[in-house]
Structures are given as C-alpha cells and as structure tokens.
C-alpha cells in the first residue's frame, strides 16, 4: 500500500508541476504574442478570452504529448542530443495534427468562424511553443530529480551484483587492507565493496551525515551513541550497541581530529 500511494503521490505531483508549467507558460506568451501588452502598460486589461483559449489549447495539446510520449520511447537512442531532437520533432507533429484538428473543431464546427490562415499559423506557433517549452522544463525538472535521488544512493559492486543502498541506512565504513566494507543500520549485514580505500567515497558522502574519525572509518552520525574525553584530548566513541559483526564497539579518535568531530556531532551529549 505504501508503494503505491508514493507512485500516486509522485503522479500528483508530477501533473501539479506540468499544470503549473503550462499555465505560466501561456500567461507569458498570451502577453507577448497575442495581447502585445504587459500589466504596467497604458490602457492594461487582462486578456481573459485570449488566456482562456490558449491555456484551453495548452492543456489539451500537452495532455496528449504527455500520453503518447509515454507510449514512444526514444531512450535506445545512443546520442543524448539525437534523442532530444527526435523527442522534439515527435512533439511538434502530435501537436501539429491534434492542433489542426482542434482548430478546425472550434472554429468551423462549434462557432463556425470562417478560416484564417494567419490565426491557424499563429496560435499554431504559440501552441508548439508551450508544449516545447512545457516538455524541455519538464525534462529538466525530471533530471535534476534523478540526480538527486542518485546523490542519495551509494551504488556498491559486491561480488556479481550491483546494489544499492541509501546513504542514511549506512551505518558506518571500514577500511583495511585494501578492503573497504560497509555496515547497515538496525542490522547485522555487512557488504564488501569495490572500493580500496576511503578517500574513493568520502568526497560523495553528505557531510553534515558522516565523519571520517580515522583512517579505517567513517561513521554515520546515527550510529555514534556517546562520546567520551580520553587521555590527551582525544576522544573515544561508542557506536550504537545493535552494531557488531566484527567491529569494536568503541573507536578511537586522536586530538587533531576530536576538535572537528565535536563540531561536527553538533550537540551530542558528552560524558566527562
């Protein structure tokens, strides 16, 4: 149940985002090429009907790239740029037709206005504009969400497999001989991965969630349970007592690296 209320959640949200897109989109180009005005202008009204109508045509027009784009994939395209431009010229001609078919429904069918070619090309171009435009930020809002989600994950090649794992479900890193292994939270599993040391991962971690406390690990804030004053203002850590599987339950840090680590547990309570 939780799985698929978070594909409808994202749907919704999805839509809002392009519903939004389009009707910001046909707010700007109603101003620019079909009212000619902007609101400071002398003499300013609203263009209702005209926004109505364009807003009207947009909706629908990027309604029905959206379903067919679905249906026509173009991500066997090696070339990132031939895919795009084979995506625009699909998108210009599903626009082009379901246009021309709404156009010659409303005007000649419902309110039987006569034909004028400069009306057709020009609400033609404003319709193409929207939808490209809707598509490319579209494309580029989905981009960055990817990137995101994939600068959330750490992808580990461990025997015949790749897998990932959420940054927050790491408990820690360790580090030796070469060897470097990962530990989950709230578990015993333990992985080996492709990495040889942890200068490879430590620039890809969020700070502000893992510290490298010595050479052989990095620590996930959630795993670090209490810190305690050692001698020579170094620091001993106690991870959180549900992790083991062969590693120390206290970890220690020297004093040229406890000032940073303090700063970075940020409040953790400290035991003197």
Not at 41 to 58: A, C, E, H, K, N
Not at 160 to 172: Q, R
Request: include cysteine; aromatic fraction near 14%; hydrophobic fraction near 45%.
């Amino acid at each position: 149940m939780k799985r698929v209320s978070g594909r409808i959640n994202n749907a919704a949200q999805e839509h809002l985002v392009r519903y939004s897109l389009i009707f910001a989109l046909s707010l700007l180009i109603v101003h620019l090429f079909s009212y000619n005005k902007l609101p400071f202008s002398t003499d300013y009204r609203f263009p209702t009907i005209s926004f109505l109508i364009i807003v009207s045509f947009g909706v629908f027009l990027c309604t029905v790239n959206y379903i067919f784009s679905k249906k026509v994939s173009f991500k066997k395209v090696d070339s990132y740029r031939k895919r795009m431009l084979y995506e625009a010229a699909f998108h210009f001609s599903i626009t082009t037709l379901f246009y021309s078919l709404l156009y010659v429904l409303v005007n000649h069918v419902i309110f039987e206005f006569d034909f004028i070619f400069v009306n057709y090309l020009k609400y033609l171009f404003i319709s193409i504009l929207i939808v490209l435009f809707e598509y490319v930020l579209r494309e580029a809002l989905i981009k960055k969400k990817v990137e995101k989600e994939n600068n959330s994950k750490l992808f580990v090649k461990t025997r015949n497999k790749i897998l990932t794992v959420d940054f927050d479900d790491i408990a820690l890193f360790h580090s030796r001989q070469g060897i470097v292994s990962i530990l989950l939270k709230n578990s015993k599993t333990k992985w080996v991965t492709q990495f040889n040391s942890l200068k490879e991962i430590e620039n890809i971690l969020p700070p502000e969630n893992f510290f490298k406390v010595n050479r052989q690990y990095i620590v996930h804030r959630d795993a670090v349970q209490i810190v305690e004053k050692d001698v020579n203002r170094k620091l001993t850590v106690h991870l959180d007592s549900s992790l083991n599987n062969g590693h120390p339950s206290e970890i220690k840090i020297s004093r040229y690296n406890s000032r940073n680590f303090k700063k970075w547990l940020n409040g953790l309570p400290e035991i003197a």
